[in-house]
């Protein structure tokens, strides 16, 4: 099955690239996945407002900061096993990972599967959907269950 749907100049092969090398970076080297996101990035956590923290984040110079804490909080997180669904909109994609890594703060496991909405602009992410179980979130960063 052909996958490089033609739009634009687009091919959806260089969406699904994107998203990986996003994801692969987004943990393992935070100023190469800035580089890919676009100067007016928006990420989205719908439920994100459960766990006291932010739905949107915009902006690099925000995203920065709120990843850099994140990361803090969870050294040594991947994700893990990501795959990419390209849409028939050659900007959008969905991708599914995972990730498992100890919260540092409180010693539990984070447990966690993702599934993503991507969107791409002048090749970078411009805006990002991230929808996981906020349960698993809260189980694992609350300070109140240890």
Known sequence: ?????????TRTADISSLVLK???TATRDPAEWLNLLHDDAVLVFPYAE???LPVVVAGKDVIKKATASFLQMVPGIRFN????????DPHKA?????ACVTVAAT????????????????????????YYDPVKLNAAFSESQK
Do not use: C, H, W
Not at 1 to 9: L, P
Not at 81 to 88: E, G, I, Q, R
Not at 117 to 129: C, H, P, R, S, V
């Open 94 to 98: 969905f991708a599914t990972y995972e």
């Open 1 to 9: 099955m052909e996958t490089e749907i033609e739009d634009n100049g």
């Open 50 to 52: 459960s766990a006291g």
């Open 22 to 24: 996003f994801l692969d």
């Open 81 to 88: 096993n990501p795959v990419v669904y390209p849409t028939l």
């Open 107 to 130: 010693g539990r496991e984070y447990e966690q599967n993702y599934i993503t909405m991507f969107t791409e602009q002048a090749g970078k992410i411009i805006e990002m959907y991230e």
